[in-house]
């Protein structure tokens, strides 16, 4: 099983991971391209026969390419450790074993605020969503 946080951007590293993963089961090769770049070893490390994905996002996710009897997609916040906590229970009480965990999700806001108390806040919600939600994320799935 691969769990993949931040699948939700149409044209994001996260999505374009998980289309990997999904080609690779609809194929069965061992070989996928995300922007033209070869996926094969990551892949390789996932080709087993019911290979389950499971993608993660903040944000609610319609992608017709990502429409596949082996992905499940959940609406999670990783900076909330109850939701992360349900993600990884629920992963772990399926047959297959996780093998792949990519965090994926982060936020960047290109507006700076002029307030400090507003950069400070800006601040901490990057570091809450980038760092702390994928670190909760990644302890969770292996505790």
């Known amino acids: ?16 991971c998980a289309k990997a993963f999904l080609e690779v089961n609809a194929s069965r090769t061992r070989r996928a391209e995300v922007d033209g770049v070869s996926t094969s070893y990551l892949c390789s490390i996932c080709m087993q026969a019911g290979y389950k994905v499971v993608g993660l996002d903040n944000a609610s996710q319609e992608d017709p390419a990502l429409q596949h009897e082996d992905y499940h997609f959940s609406t999670t916040d990783i900076t909330s450790i109850e939701q992360t906590k349900q993600v990884a229970k629920q992963v772990s009480s399926q047959n297959n074993a996780l093998r792949v965990l990519i965090n994926n999700a982060g936020i960047a806001d290109p507006y700076l605020p002029e307030d400090p108390t507003e950069r400070i806040a800006l601040w901490s919600k990057v570091i809450q969503t980038n760092l702390t939600g994928e670190a909760k994320a990644a302890y969770l799935h292996v505790e």
Not at 1 to 16: D, K, L, N, P, Q
């Open 1 to 16: 099983m691969a769990v993949i946080s931040g699948v939700a951007r149409t044209h994001g590293i996260g999505r374009e």
